[in-house]
Nanobody, 123 residues
Framework: QVQLVESGGGLVQAGGSLRLSCAAS????????MGWFRQAPGKEREFVGA???????DYANSVKGRFTISRDNTKNTMYLQMNSLKPEDTAVYYC?????????????????WGQGTQVTVSS
């Protein structure tokens, strides 16, 4: 069992930056591949990016070059650095953990979820 808690969301102007954190507790964080997803009102939850246990990453095309995922296994924490934010990045951002040695883009592949943190980008 893994418990996930996101933090760092907020209101930012277009072009600004935010850094989200996902703190994990429970079983060994380093055993899990981790992902970030987001969901805007009236839309389905969509893949943002993911990171394997060893640090390999994958990103959605919409955020590639602007967002960076990292993890610190000593702190049981994953991060999402978001730069050059756009109004269309506005959503609730969720972190998720997958007990598998890969990264997956489908939310159905993930076993544990955080409660989400709101990110709002004003124009």
């Amino acid at each position: 069992q893994v418990q996930l808690v996101e933090s760092g969301g907020g209101l930012v102007q277009a072009g600004g930056s935010l850094r989200l954190s996902c703190a994990a507790s429970g079983r060994s964080f380093s055993r899990y591949a981790m992902g970030w997803f987001r969901q805007a009102p009236g839309k389905e939850r969509e893949f943002v990016g993911a990171i394997t246990q060893s640090g390999n990453t994958d990103y959605a095309n919409s955020v590639k070059g602007r967002f960076t995922i990292s993890r610190d296994n000593t702190k049981n924490t994953m991060y999402l650095q978001m730069n050059s934010l756009k109004p269309e990045d506005t959503a609730v951002y969720y972190c998720a953990a997958e007990n598998a040695w890969r990264v997956a883009r489908s939310p159905d592949e993930y076993d544990y979820w955080g409660q989400g943190t709101q990110v709002t980008v004003s124009s």
